[in-house]
């Protein structure tokens, strides 16, 4: 099993330019995340999909829209691309299942290097 | 306000020199308190799960504890491998399964 798979690994954009980034999971979880993470700030939450088909905000989702494509996919997508959106982008996914217990854990992608200049 | 913090920020040992990180935590309603290890250029690696105070798990040379107000992460003999950014999280009530952060402890153990 590959786990959670993210590309690309990294990117340049220049301010206002658009992109998306891919996300995939094969363990057959039903939660995925994107977060961000910034020195001194933490990872941080930009939105989520709790089940294939809903998405909801997060703590910092300005600027970014999401699209849970199907149970395994998930993408980030920047529409118009400003420097403060410089940062490392993690997926992760969540939501096994063993008889009753729900197992909360989160298991993370490798991460994408974006520079917005 | 429900908050992570996470002590010390950076902590330099020497190799078998043991010690412990903090993590604590002000939150309404705890669900569960999760670990993770960085290393540099890399995503978190799940290390353990603590879901009640009084709790322990143990991998290798690392415990984590868990009371009402913190976790431990308790590093027992570390090795140069054991060098890495180490990161709490909780899950609270009524979040879903939303994890709020702490902004992490930078490990490093020389020889």
């Known amino acids: 099993n590959a786990g959670v798979t993210q590309t690309p690994k990294f990117q340049v954009l220049k301010t206002g330019q658009s992109m998306t980034l891919q996300c995939a999971q094969d363990?057959?979880?039903?939660?995925m995340y994107w977060y961000r993470q910034d020195p001194g700030m933490g990872l941080r939450l930009i939105y989520y999909?709790?089940?294939?088909?809903?998405?909801d905000k997060g703590e910092v989702p300005n600027g970014y829209n999401v699209s849970r494509l199907n149970k395994r996919e998930f993408s980030l997508r920047l529409e118009s691309a400003a420097p403060s959106q410089t940062s490392v982008y993690f997926c992760?996914?969540?939501?096994?299942?063993?008889?009753?217990?729900?197992?909360?854990?989160?298991?993370f992608g490798p991460g994408t290097r974006l520079t917005v200049l | 306000e429900d908050q992570v913090t996470q002590s010390p920020e950076a902590l330099r040992l020497q190799e078998g020199e043991s010690s412990s990180l903090n993590c604590s935590y002000t939150?309404?309603?705890?669900?569960?308190l999760f670990w993770y290890r960085q290393d540099p250029g890399k995503g978190p690696e799940f290390l353990f799960t603590?879901?009640?105070a009084g709790e322990e798990k143990e991998k290798e040379r690392l415990k984590a504890t868990l009371t009402k107000k913190e976790s431990f992460l308790h590093i027992t003999a570390p090795k140069p491998e054991d060098s890495a950014t180490y990161l709490c999280?909780?899950?609270?009530?009524?979040?879903?399964?939303?994890?709020?952060f702490g902004t992490g402890t930078r490990l490093q153990v020389t020889l």
């Open positions: 999280a909780v899950l609270m009530t009524g979040t879903a399964s939303k994890l709020t």
């Open positions: 363990m057959n979880h039903n939660s």
């Open positions: 603590l879901y009640s």
């Open positions: 939150v309404s309603g705890l669900r569960g």
């Open positions: 999909s709790a089940s294939e088909g809903t998405t």
């Open positions: 992760a996914s969540s939501g096994s299942s063993w008889g009753e217990r729900l197992y909360n854990e989160q298991f």
